[in-house]
C-alpha cells in the first residue's frame, strides 16, 4: 500500500490545509489573512507539485506492488499514446527466484459491444498468462 498511502498523505495534507486557510479567512477579515492564505496556497501547489513527481518519477507505471503468500508480485501496465494496446508485465519474486511474464493485448478484448468492462475475459487472459510454462 506504499503508493496508496503517499497519494492519502499528500492529497490529504493539501486538502486540510486549503480547507483550513478557507475557514480562517471566511472568519477573519481578507485584510488579515492575507499572509496565512499566501503561505497556504504555497503549500498547497507544493505539496500537489510532489505528488505529480512521485507519479511520474517513483511510481512510473506501476499498478501493483505487494506480497502474495511468500511471493512478491510487482505488476506494470505501459501503454502508448494513441494506441488500443496494452502490455502487461508481470513479476514474480520466490525465494530469490525472479519469473518474468508478459501479455500484449488490445483493450478491446476486455469490452463488449456496448462498451462494458468483461472481467471474465480479463481474468481469463491474465491466468492464462500466470500458468503458462516458460
Known sequence: FKHSNVYLFL?????IIAGAASLYSYLTP???CKGILAVSVSLYFI?????????K????????????????????FKNKKYSDNVEINIELNENNKVTKKSLMKSYG?????EGNFVASAFLKDIDAVLNKKD
Open 30 to 32: 481578507f485584510e488579515n
Open 11 to 15: 492529497g490529504y495534507t493539501a486538502s
Open 109 to 113: 478484448s476486455w469490452f463488449d459491444e
Open 57 to 76: 518519477f517513483v511510481k512510473k507505471d506501476e499498478i501493483f506492488n505487494g506480497n502474495k503468500q511468500d511471493e512478491k508480485v510487482l505488476l506494470v
Open 47 to 55: 505539496l500537489c507539485g510532489l505528488l505529480t513527481l512521485y507519479v
